[in-house]
């Protein structure tokens, strides 16, 4: 079945530092694959997304790229802020191969702690 | 509504009490999920409704936990004679049925609080 591997946390960085979250992912079909992000106290929403081989999603200066070749979509920021502190769930909706609409698989999420 | 809605906002309720917790999706969106989230956890997938397909019920954890869907509207999950452990957010989001983008829009929960 399907599955999303990404890095435990919590990761702590200091401000303006460079920040990565891997994710890997097992998928039977063509997946497209997301970062939501919960902020605290808030629900879960989408960050960015990409729906097909070496397509990068884009968002509030973070970034991903869809890597077939090695399953993964890791999540990238240049320069975090303390208004980044939240945790990123890495996801994926596959189509499967009869084209077919499937359930959007979770990751267990990476909280992300910035100080100043 | 604009968005997902669930109710109520928050529950608290005695070990051994049912409980049924309420999930309105968007309009038009098909798919609906369930997910649990325990307290400094990430997402437990509990069930998943697509249109008038069999759900998916292979994340219920119990046969304490069912959920219900007529058709693309409203959901009810049920927990009977709920139990400390069952104490968590439960999260409600759902999906279009369209193109490849299938991101799903999740609701603001319910909080449960089994004492």
């Known amino acids: 079945g399907d599955s999303v591997t990404q890095m435990e946390g919590p990761v702590t960085l200091s401000e303006e530092a460079f920040l990565t979250i891997n994710c890997t992912y097992t998928?039977?079909?063509?997946?497209?694959l997301f970062w939501y992000v919960q902020y605290p106290g808030e629900g879960l929403q989408l960050l960015l997304k990409a729906t097909k081989a070496d397509d990068k999603g884009s968002n509030k200066g973070f970034e991903a790229t869809y890597r077939k070749e090695t399953t993964s979509f890791h999540l990238e920021k240049g320069s975090v802020q303390v208004s980044d502190s939240a945790v990123y769930f890495c996801a994926l909706s596959d189509r499967g191969n009869s084209g077919g609409y499937q359930k959007v698989t979770f990751g267990i999420g990476t909280k992300l702690q910035v100080i100043p | 509504g604009a968005g997902v809605s669930q109710s109520p906002s928050n529950k608290v309720t005695e070990k051994g009490k049912d409980v049924e917790l309420r999930c309105d999706p968007i309009?038009?969106?098909?798919?609906l999920y369930w997910y649990r989230q325990r307290l400094g956890q990430g997402l437990e997938f509990l069930i998943y409704?697509?249109?008038?397909?069999?759900?998916?019920k292979s994340g219920l954890p119990s046969d304490r936990f069912s959920a219900e869907r007529t058709g693309e509207s409203v959901s009810t999950l049920t927990i009977q004679r709920t139990q400390q452990e069952d104490s968590a957010v439960y999260l409600c989001?759902?999906?279009?049925?369209?193109?490849?983008?299938?991101?799903?829009?999740f609701g603001q929960g319910t909080r449960l609080t089994v004492v």
């Open positions: 409704f697509q249109g008038n397909s069999a759900p998916d």
């Open positions: 989001a759902s999906s279009p049925f369209r193109g490849m983008d299938t991101e799903a829009f």
């Open positions: 998928a039977t079909g063509y997946p497209s």
């Open positions: 309009s038009g969106h098909t798919a």
